[in-house]
């Protein structure tokens, strides 16, 4: 057995791209204030498991992340956005073959989303209404248009 892996055959270290994959969870659960034994009830796991997720020393499957973005209420590619290239390039795909260009992190950035996590949880639900149809009415670009 090569010096990587474990007796019990699972890789001993944290690979970087698990380790973002596992912030951006707990980033998103905070945002919407779910503890991780609410995410962990929902999913069918313990907490210990969104824990381990987290910390990037469990791997998730496609289909657990499947369901974890949909119960964060976001979409999968989430998770990956933000990825800077020296934890792109830790991928084992990216290490044989080399790592694709990925937009640089921005480290304020983990900052921010968490404040505004904390800001939207804090608002009531007609703020949060009247929040969300201006943004819906700055993208659109018509002031009127509030659908």
Avoid at 24 to 37: E, V
Avoid at 56 to 69: E, K
Avoid at 136 to 147: E, H, K, Q, V, Y
Wanted: hydrophobic content about 35%; charged content about 25%; some cysteine.
């Amino acid at each position: 057995m090569s010096d990587s892996k474990s007796t019990a055959g699972r890789l001993t270290g944290v690979n970087a791209v698990d380790l973002h994959v596992g912030q951006r969870i707990r980033i998103r659960r905070s945002i919407l204030g779910i503890s991780q034994n609410q995410l962990a009830d929902a999913i069918g796991v313990r907490g210990q498991q969104i824990q381990k997720y987290e910390k990037g020393t469990n791997r998730l499957g496609a289909s657990r992340l499947y369901d974890i973005a949909n119960l964060l209420n976001t979409d999968i590619q989430w998770f990956f956005d933000e990825m800077p290239d020296d934890v792109a390039g830790a991928s084992p795909a990216a290490i044989h073959q080399g790592a694709p260009d990925v937009a640089p992190l921005r480290p304020d950035m983990d900052r921010a989303t968490t404040e505004i996590g904390r800001l939207l949880r804090d608002m009531n639900q007609r703020d949060r209404h009247i929040l969300w149809t201006l943004a819906r009415c700055l993208a659109n670009g018509d002031p009127t248009d509030s659908s």
